[in-house]
């Protein structure tokens, strides 16, 4: 039952915990065959351990040749946390509500290259295109997850569809569990693992919901394209807007339009407008009325990211510009003693996508308009003087990162528990197999068949050498001689050891017989269970 407990966390820290109870258990095991008048518990505690790390060993070579078989059947087991991390709807104040966290989204290792800048980490999640004037959602189809298909008939429309140039981006995600089937890469990231789903719109998904840590390997390119041609049925799925509602947004956006030449210059004029007046980046805006692009356009003028992500796919669709919100994270922190990065709940992010002639699908991010420093330098630098920032999590080693030496233990644990979980929880059946080839060459049934029964001989090896290094000292060891030599001379006068009796009660029947014996029958009796 204590192995249960791994079905919820893999950690370090729980690893030790049940390695440690596992020691207390055998000790208490120890000590309840044993008489309680002799308990010795350092003894006891030494025992136990020696036992524990005794098994070590074996425990690790069955841990590293034991073939991964798949269970005959699985049951999900649900976060008590409806929702971890970004969602497939946006309204206002949901991803300000995850600046609050400091708990970890992911991981993230590059492979034989620097990574991209810090405001070039836009780690893509969904593409939000359906506004029904207050949430922005995912447009779904009849399936849970309109559009994902399988990687083996995707590869060819990924490369038909996008225009790659720029070094290739080789790195692998560790996922921390989401309750979602949703990930998240870089830029319209191309999926290497195979159990993996992408839809039409470069969203990546996991073969089903992500209810444990999950790793994967993507690649990216610095620089590309996608849809240079915008199908009919995907331009109207882009400009679609509610028939009434914000007026004023309306206005403005035609307004501004009829002042610049292109598509581009008037999405740059947006972004001068944000620039230009007095907006302001927060967690805690005021509350919008009913024509919220109005309100917060023309009233409040402050917001997170996704006031002014949802405000900008408004203003662009309003005079036929095709655009779209992405929600994922921007930004990471960087781990020296590992050459890692680290993504964290309140690196939630929402940005925007827009269409133009002749250069498919551009980013624009209106958030870094208003506050430069969130995404040049993070969400720390942007927000440090915000009371909300974290406020979830007052006393997160991440609140506490500006104290140096708290800062470089904090990532010194943090390295130990990514090692940890890309060495020993992520050994699954690819990497094993890996192992076997290098080990025993091309990998048949014959040869897991043979590994078993060599396994299996192991155990019985290991278990016999212990038994048999274990009996003789208790058969031969003085006390037991001398047990057995009482019981032989007390046969003489009629008081031998019945079968079936125990030793408790042959000392009580002795006693009572002969109580000049009682002194002698209560040491050696005492002695004889404690070896026993």
């Excluded at 058969?475 to 009629?494: C, F, H, M, N, T």
Aim: proline share 4%.
């Amino acid at each position: 039952m204590l192995m249960v407990a791994f079905l919820y966390s893999q950690s370090v820290v729980s690893t030790v915990y049940i390695a440690f109870v596992v020691m207390v258990i055998t000790g208490a095991m120890i000590a309840l065959n044993r008489s309680s008048q002799l308990v010795d518990t350092p003894g006891t505690a030494r025992l136990a351990l020696k036992i524990t790390l005794q098994a070590l060993p074996l425990t690790v070579v069955l841990f590293m040749l034991f073939p991964r078989i798949a269970p005959l059947w699985a049951v999900p087991i649900q976060s008590s946390v409806n929702s971890t991390g970004v969602t497939d709807e946006m309204s206002p104040g949901d991803i300000s509500q995850l600046g609050r966290s400091a708990d970890l989204a992911f991981r993230v290792q590059f492979e034989n290259a620097l990574p991209p800048l810090h405001e070039d980490l836009y780690w893509r999640g969904l593409v939000l295109d359906n506004f029904d004037g207050e949430t922005w959602r995912r447009t779904r189809s009849n399936s849970s997850y309109s559009n994902a298909t399988r990687l083996a008939n995707f590869r060819l429309d990924w490369e038909d569809r996008i225009r790659i140039a720029g070094d290739a981006l080789h790195y692998n995600v560790i996922l921390e569990a989401t309750q979602q089937p949703w990930i998240y890469g870089l830029h319209l990231a191309q999926p290497v693992s195979q159990n993996l789903l992408q839809s039409r719109n470069f969203e990546i998904f996991n073969n089903g919901l992500t209810t444990q840590r999950l790793s994967y390997d993507l690649t990216s390119y610095r620089d590309n394209r996608t849809d240079m041609i915008l199908l009919g049925s995907q331009q109207r799925r882009n400009l679609r807007l509610p028939e009434e509602g914000n007026p004023q947004s309306r206005e403005f956006a035609r307004q501004l339009r009829a002042s610049v030449a292109t598509d581009r210059d008037y999405a740059y004029a947006v972004l001068a407008h944000f620039q230009q007046n007095e907006y302001f980046y927060t967690l805690n805006p005021e509350l919008l009325g009913d024509d919220r692009i109005d309100d917060f356009l023309f009233n409040t003028l402050e917001g997170f990211c996704e006031h002014y992500a949802s405000t900008f796919a408004f203003l662009m669709r309003a005079v036929g510009v095709p655009s779209r919100v992405v929600v994922g994270y921007q930004g990471a922190e960087y781990n020296r003693f590992e050459d890692y990065m680290m993504v964290y709940q309140y690196n939630a992010h929402a940005w925007n996508e827009i269409w133009l002639e002749g250069e498919g699908w551009v980013r624009f991010d209106p958030t870094g308009a208003v506050s430069p420093e969130r995404i040049e330098l993070g969400v720390e630098e942007a927000l440090r003087n915000d009371p909300a920032f974290l406020e979830e999590s007052l006393f997160s080693a991440v609140r506490l990162g500006g104290v140096g030496w708290i800062n470089s233990l904090r990532l010194r644990l943090d390295a130990i528990e990514y090692e940890w979980n890309r060495r020993v929880v992520n050994y699954e059946e690819d990497i094993q197999f890996e192992l076997f080839e290098r080990l025993f060459g091309e990998v048949t049934e014959q040869k897991v068949l043979l590994l078993l029964i060599g396994l299996a001989g192991l155990v019985i090896v290991v278990v016999g050498f212990t038994v048999i290094r274990i009996e003789p000292r208790s058969k031969y060891s003085p006390v037991v001689k001398a047990y057995q030599g009482v019981g032989r001379e007390l046969e003489k006068i009629d008081l031998g050891r019945r079968q079936g009796e125990g030793p408790l009660d042959y000392r009580d029947r002795v006693i009572d017989a002969r109580p000049e014996l009682k002194e002698l029958m209560t040491q050696l009796t005492e002695l004889y269970i404690s070896l026993s």
